[in-house]
């Protein structure tokens, strides 16, 4: 163990370890003091903090998406600098990349790769709707917790990278990305939020399919394919793909941004429809289009003989020329009556799979619109509004945050459009902690979303550890994030007890002592947060107010508890699962399917890791479960040969 005291940034921010190198950033394991939660900090490395045009950019998307608070969004608390670094303060995600789940197991099942797209779309519509477009979908940007939720990360860094002078060949923004880029990123036009999406279709093949459509010796090759070359239908790499679902990843991959989805909203709604088993839009336009180009060829065919018929007669005897003009009209007649049916068939299929009440109408875009504007317009439009309102720190109250459908989407009149508006910035009342002790009143300013300074005060007449007064003042309207300050009171002759959470032992037993108290020999405990050999408590907690002199017992971490993984292999998925959770274990179930028939359906495959190894309490074990192939039914045709002798 090192004595070496933790790097600590603007006083807040203490650095524990590394999580990840790339090559414009270092992640770093960090704890927020001031919170007492961990965090990751993610630090620019020296080449780029040296260039004021970038840093500048990477200030403005890193406060534009701090902005983004969405279930789907790796938040962003904040940003400073320091020394000559800067960096961003995000949320902690203790989980894989989904590039590294790919890299570990290789294809996904559809469905769950539809739910990651889900939720990925999810996040980069919130972000869509704020005017923030990501620039840099790739599974290495999408985290997964624990329990298998969808984080899209990184939305700053890729904003920043992008500027009016960026080039294909540009050290550091294309390497590593260029698999993922849309056509017009690739010929470095501008983008709107469809680019995204096209990236997002990028991922989707590769969840479903183990690799990306493209592939190139570098990555000006590849993206010249994402300009010029078809993707190879994923149905061809693995052929148990479900059709609605290779269609929503075709349309995501069109080559012209209004072939696409008009919105990830429009996407998640899609790819929703799938999941649920119904008949995805993706999937309807392809039919249409199939039919469309279905009739144009059944016509041209049925026309093509005609013409080759008459050429192919031969001169007839003078007395059989009545008889070839009288067949000459009724051959038009049957081409002219089978066109006019090939026609009606086609009207009649476009009427089948569109038929419902009430006709066709566009749905005008709304997004920035007043409530009662968008009402208006919908209103006018034959169209019914569903209005619900939420808090946003960036769009004013009463503007149009989002909407469902999406502008220019096709739907029937009288359909409900739903539209979320803004109430404006986030306020709470203030409550009154003033007479509570330290830890009950920062208890309930951070349960209604506010920051607490704690700024100590002596004073003889209030009991040590009780907040005197606060600023703002009780009961007034505040922002919530913003930060509230308590005087707390520090007895008479006490000092208070220095915040060594965190801290390694050595410079928490020395803090300790600096401030005139006594340790006693630290007590071990396993801890899932903080490091092995740094202070997980102590008693009395930091910023109490005690005698001097006083014996301080410390708590010091082991490190998480470590469980052994069972050998469930062979098991049946039911009792497996048991058998991991019940030694602290989660359960991640990867479906491989099987023929039909084979013993290791419904049973344990592989699992990872492997049985007898020591892990984390509560990491999870990923088990590989057979899945019976659907039984396939071969009909065997027998045709009869019939030959006619003529004597």
Do not use: C
């Not at 920062?442 to 002596?458: C, F, H, N, S, Y």
């Amino acid at each position: 163990m090192s004595d070496q005291p933790p790097r600590v940034l603007n006083d807040r921010y203490e650095i524990h370890r590394r999580l990840a190198r790339g090559g414009m950033a270092q992640v770093y394991l960090a704890r927020d003091r001031s919170l007492d939660r961990p965090v990751a900090v993610k630090e620019l490395v020296p080449e780029f903090a040296v260039d004021p045009s970038f840093v500048e950019r990477f200030r403005r998307e890193a406060q534009a998406a701090a902005g983004l608070s969405n279930a789907n969004i790796v938040g962003v608390f904040d940003w400073g600098e320091q020394d000559g670094t800067y960096f961003i303060v995000m949320e902690y995600v203790d989980g894989p990349s989904l590039a590294q789940v790919l890299r570990a197991d290789g294809p996904l099942h559809p469905n769950r790769a539809a739910e990651i797209a889900s939720e990925v779309a999810g996040g980069l519509g919130f972000a869509h709707s704020r005017g923030v477009v990501h620039r840099d979908v790739k599974p290495g940007n999408v985290l997964l917790t624990k329990s298998g939720q969808a984080k899209v990360t990184d939305f700053g860094i890729a904003r920043a990278l992008s500027s009016a002078d960026d080039d294909l060949t540009q050290a550091g923004s294309v390497m590593g990305t260029a698999t993922y880029f849309s056509p017009e990123q690739a010929q470095g036009l501008s983008v709107d939020p469809r680019s995204d999406l096209y990236s997002l279709g990028v991922v989707l093949y590769e969840m479903v399919t183990g690799r990306p459509p493209f592939a190139g010796d570098t990555p000006l090759a590849i993206a010249y394919k994402h300009v010029q070359d078809q993707p190879p239908s994923p149905s061809t790499l693995m052929p148990t793909l479900p059709p609605g679902l290779e269609a929503i990843i075709m349309k995501l991959l069109q080559k012209k941004p209004d072939d696409r989805y008009a919105s990830a909203e429009d996407l998640r709604m899609d790819l929703g429809r799938f999941l649920a088993g119904e008949q995805t839009i993706a999937e309807r336009d392809a039919a249409l289009a199939a039919a469309a180009l279905g009739g144009a060829a059944a016509m041209a065919t049925t026309m093509q003989p005609a013409t080759t018929v008459g050429a192919a007669v031969p001169a007839a005897e003078p007395e059989d020329d009545q008889e070839e003009e009288e067949k000459k009209p009724k051959t038009a007649l049957f081409i002219g009556i089978l066109v006019v049916l090939l026609l009606a068939l086609g009207g009649l299929l476009f009427w089948f799979v569109n038929s419902s009440s009430g006709a066709d109408v566009a749905v005008p875009s709304l997004i920035g619109l007043t409530r009662a504007e968008a009402e208006t317009q919908l209103k006018d439009a034959d169209l019914v509004p569903k209005v619900t309102t939420e808090p946003s720190a960036t769009i004013a109250a009463d503007l149009v945050i989002s909407q469902d459908p999406g502008k220019d989407v096709t739907v029937k009149s009288g359909s409900t459009v739903k539209l979320v508006v803004s109430s404006g910035i986030e306020t709470v009342e203030l409550p009154d902690v003033t007479g509570l002790a330290q830890a009950e009143a920062e208890k309930q300013l951070i349960a209604k979303g506010l920051l607490v300074k704690i700024t100590p005060q002596e004073s003889a007449d209030i009991a040590s550890g009780t907040v005197i007064s606060q600023n703002p003042a009780a009961l007034v309207p505040v922002a919530v994030g913003s930060v509230v300050e308590l005087f707390v009171s520090k007895g008479v002759g006490e000092e208070l007890v220095p915040d060594v959470v965190g801290q390694p032992l050595a410079q928490a037993q020395a803090a300790i002592q600096a401030a005139g108290f006594r340790f006693a020999n630290p007590t071990q405990a396993a801890s899932a947060t903080v490091p092995n050999g740094s202070v997980i408590s102590t008693d009395p907690a930091g910023g109490a107010s005690v005698a001097a002199n006083t014996l301080i017992r410390i708590v010091v971490s082991t490190g998480p508890e470590q469980v052994k993984v069972p050998t469930v292999v062979g098991q049946n998925e039911a009792d497996a699962t048991t058998t991991i959770k019940f030694v602290g274990l989660s359960v991640r179930v990867v479906p491989q399917t099987v023929p039909a028939g084979d013993p290791n359906a419904g049973r344990v495959i592989s699992q990872d890791p492997a049985g007898g190894k020591m892990e984390d309490k509560g990491s999870a074990v990923t088990i590989t479960v057979g899945v019976a192939a659907a039984a396939t039914t071969t009909t065997t045709s027998t045709t009869v040969a019939t030959t006619t002798t003529t004597p």
